[in-house]
């Protein structure tokens, strides 16, 4: 099949790349839309053909609603992986919420988060 496929169990998350590790394995890094709203990855053994919905990695969970995702993520040499993502966060300051990172004009409270991780994946 052409084009993008529907992953059950995972609704209406965007998969901007499916990157490959040197055990064969692909990963899906998604922005989560669901609650809990962040960026999560699962994990294909077969070619993408089945994904392992049942045990995410769950590399945030702090996303203040549904508006989080677009992660990229590139693989490191000795196999760690840098993710980057945007997620909408609350500041404690009633009316105030933030976008990080943004592609609109950036200001202030523009940050941008990225997560350095990938020795999860040497289990099962």
Request: proline share 12%.
């Amino acid at each position: 099949m052409d084009g993008p496929r529907p992953i059950p169990g995972l609704g209406s998350a965007r998969f901007p790349g499916t990157p490959g590790l040197p055990d064969g394995r692909l990963l899906i890094i998604y922005g989560n839309r669901q609650f809990p709203f962040g960026v999560q990855a699962i994990a294909s053994r077969d070619g993408g053909r089945t994904w392992d919905t049942d045990h995410p990695i769950i590399l945030t969970w702090f996303s203040w609603d549904h508006h989080c995702g677009f992660p990229r993520s590139v693989l490191l040499p000795r196999g760690d992986i840098v993710t980057s993502y945007y997620a909408r966060i609350f500041t404690g300051v009633p009316d105030r919420i933030v976008y990080t990172p943004s592609n609109r004009d950036p200001g202030p409270d523009t940050i941008g988060h990225s997560v350095r991780w990938g020795r999860l994946l040497s289990g099962p």
